[in-house]
């Protein structure tokens, strides 16, 4: 079968890279044998499968928008590696096939009327088998862009759970939302169109134990309050853990492959009444490689 696809009039127009191409070429190939089934079981090797996994993933199921709020989920596969290091292709596609039915389960569970994933991270480390355990991090859209605002003397948030505003619990949003939207701006200093992300990592979980002042956490007997001068505080920091490198002060977790931007960060806030009193935040970045390629029929 030709996996040649033709481009239309407008897509041969596009400023298409030769590697952007060369990747799209990749994946059309690959697509195609999932759809059709590879001869006699092709085997490719175990990093090629999850960078296959992975990339089509981000190409074929992510949106490339713009974003208010995100909720990550978490799965976890198994990939079985014959004595040479090698996957067949077969596995391959039928893993690919419960990572899309696993997303259609996971936006269904959100009531809204605008959800999408975002990006995806999918990592793996050997079992004792000797197959892989790859774990998939998405990050899922559940608002449509908003007007950001900064951050004013009237900005005093509860600190997360949709508790509302210090003085009024009855709005609908939170310090963590507030928090999270800003540093989720997507006003995002790329200077080419792209309309796919490749290359995923995240920052896994960044808590305040680690970093003490710099994330939100508090001990008190009822949901705390964060004044406009907390929170201006906590951006500043949330800026520096997305956009400064390990070794910078202070530390981020920017990696230092070239190529790569931010992509988005979710924020994560504990229990209303947790039974040991302490509130507090969590964060997880992603980065990628934006990429601009033909679409994947």
Same mark, same amino acid.
């Not at 298409?16 to 060369?22: K, M």
């Not at 059709?36 to 092709?42: M, V």
């Not at 906590?234 to 910078?248: A, D, R, V």
């Given at each position: ?198 290359? +995923?990592? !995240?920052?896994? /979980?960044?808590? #305040? =134990?680690? &970093? ?9 007997? %009822? ?18 853990? +997305?956009? !400064?490198?390990? /070794?910078?002060? #202070? =530390?981020? &977790? ?9 992509? %988005? ?18 964060? +997880? ?13």
């Amino acid at each position: 079968k030709d996996t040649n696809q033709q481009l239309t009039s407008n897509e041969k127009n596009s400023e298409y890279t030769p590697e952007a191409l060369a990747i799209w070429h990749k994946l059309v190939i690959f697509n195609e044998k999932m759809k059709t089934g590879s001869r006699d079981n092709e085997v490719i090797s175990a990093d090629s499968a999850i960078w296959y996994l992975e990339t089509m993933f981000n190409v074929q199921q992510a949106t490339d928008t713009t974003f208010g709020n995100t909720v990550c989920y978490k799965k976890n596969y198994s990939l079985e590696v014959d004595e040479d290091g090698l996957v067949g292709m077969d596995e391959v596609t039928s893993v690919y096939s419960q990572m899309v039915l696993d997303l259609e389960t996971e936006l269904d569970q959100i009531n809204s009327d605008f959800k999408y994933l975002i990006i995806a991270d999918l990592g793996s480390q050997a079992a004792r088998d000797g197959n892989l355990t790859l774990e998939l991090t998405g990050s899922i859209s559940r608002n449509p862009l908003q007007l950001y605002d900064p951050i004013t003397e009237d900005d005093n948030w509860r600190y997360g759970n949709m508790l509302g505003e210090c003085v009024n619990p009855h709005t609908w949003s939170d310090a963590g939302i507030q928090l999270s939207t800003r540093m989720n701006d997507p006003h995002i200093e790329i200077q080419f169109p792209h309309n796919s992300w490749i290359n +995923i990592v !995240n920052s896994g /979980n960044i808590e #305040p =134990s680690s &970093f003490p002042s710099r994330l939100f956490s508090e001990t008190a007997s %009822s949901p705390p309050c964060l004044e406009y001068t907390e929170l201006r505080n906590y951006l500043e920091q949330g800026y520096y853990f +997305i956009y !400064n490198h390990e /070794n910078e002060t #202070p =530390s981020g &977790f920017f990696p230092t492959t070239d190529d790569m931007y931010f992509q %988005s960060m979710t924020l994560w806030t504990n229990n209303p009444n947790p039974p040991d009193g302490k509130y507090w935040h969590k964060y +997880i970045i992603f980065y990628g490689t934006p990429i601009y390629i033909p679409p994947i029929e």
